[in-house]
């Protein structure tokens, strides 16, 4: 019961909200402005639906090779964070490799 009060409130005080921002000129004509364009767009693609899906698969191509490129970029972040923590090892080897070359006794 409690739940569906706050749900009310919640939708109460948008809605509040949304009638009190109205009182700004500068909102009331964008938000129409908006509101009319949304309405072109609708009317447009739901007598030209072939385009509207040509649009829409486009835009589902362009973000799978979007994740394909952010999936590639990951794979090769990680490889280098392998690699760099290879890297102290390897130094440490080459300083080993040269301290010993210095401490050898030479035989003349």
């Given at each position: 019961?409690?739940?569906?009060?706050?749900?009310?409130?919640?939708?109460?005080?948008?809605?509040?909200?949304?009638?009190?921002?109205?009182?700004?000129?500068?909102?009331?004509?964008?938000?129409?402005?908006?509101?009319?364009?949304?309405?072109?767009?609708?009317?447009?693609?739901?007598?030209?639906?072939?385009?509207?899906?040509?649009?829409?698969?486009?835009?589902?191509?362009?973000?799978?090779?979007?994740?394909?490129?952010?999936s590639?970029?990951?794979?090769?972040?990680?490889?280098?964070?392998?690699?760099?923590?290879?890297?102290?090892?390897?130094?440490?080897?080459?300083?080993?490799d040269?301290?010993s070359?210095?401490?050898?006794p030479?035989?003349?």
């Open positions: 019961m409690g739940q569906s009060k706050l749900l009310v409130s919640i939708v109460a005080g948008a809605a509040i909200g949304a009638a009190l921002s109205m009182l700004d000129r500068s909102t009331r004509e964008k938000t129409i402005d908006t509101t009319k364009k949304m309405k072109e767009a609708v009317t447009y693609y739901a007598t030209n639906r072939e385009e509207l899906q040509v649009l829409v698969e486009e835009k589902v191509l362009a973000a799978k090779v979007l994740c394909e490129s952010v590639d970029n990951v794979n090769t972040i990680a490889e280098k964070v392998e690699e760099f923590k290879e890297l102290p090892t390897t130094i440490q080897s080459m300083i080993d040269t301290k070359a210095f401490t050898l030479h035989k003349e």
